[in-house]
């Protein structure tokens, strides 16, 4: 690593406090419900009982707690200790229980990697430096023949975060070699806030 991508990973690790966001409910990219690409892979089967998920950069997504609900194994990161409480309050307010953890999401190995890994708004929200490092950690974390479901922000200003995530640079960062792209073109879900900004989602299958 040069000094300069140093430098860069430091300061995105201060760019933003997302701890003081959470306390002060300044989270515009919350939905407020489930994410409709959820529904749209658990319709498919993608999603279902038995398998394991993670959950990188959770916050106080919805998800975490309607994976477990449906039968899921889930484990779920965040750098913000108020998030992490939150979502333990969910869990056991729900009589359910995940690996959930306070620390730095491309760090964290699972026991085994996961069939499932469940990417909302978490990319977009590192800086576009650590990308490659995202990928290999994907990479590292989901199972041979696991699922990455990605919700690829689209945002074309510079700037962040949220750090646009244009498709054609998704496609050079998840490349052919390592992920299986599915021939259909990805669907896109307009966010509620964020200026509208869709989300597209791809199923992306880890190869062996
Ligand atoms: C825009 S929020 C999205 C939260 C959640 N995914 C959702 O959809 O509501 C980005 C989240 O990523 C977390 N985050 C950013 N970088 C992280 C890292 N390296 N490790 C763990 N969490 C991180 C932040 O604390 C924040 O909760």
Partial sequence: MSEGDSEAKSEDRQSVDWDARF????????????????????????????????????????????????????????????????????????????????????????????????????????????????EAAAYAQIAPGGHLLALFMQKQERGGPPYGCDMADMRALFSGERWAWPDAEPQAFPHPSLGGKAELAVALRRKP
């Fill in 23 to 134: 306390r002060a409910d300044d989270a515009p990219w919350e939905r407020g419900e489930l994410h409709p690409a959820f529904t749209l892979w658990l319709d498919a089967g993608l999603i279902a009982a038995g398998k394991s998920v993670y959950v990188p950069g959770c916050g106080r997504s919805l998800e975490p707690l309607a994976f477990a609900s449906l039968g899921l194994t889930v484990s779920a990161v965040d750098y913000a200790s108020s998030a992490i409480v939150w979502q333990w309050q969910q869990f056991k307010a729900a009589g359910l229980t995940g690996t959930l953890v306070t620390g730095d999401a491309l760090a964290f190995r699972p026991d085994r990697p996961v069939d499932l890994y469940y990417e909302q708004t978490f990319l977009c929200a590192i800086h576009p430096s650590k990308r490659e490092e995202y």
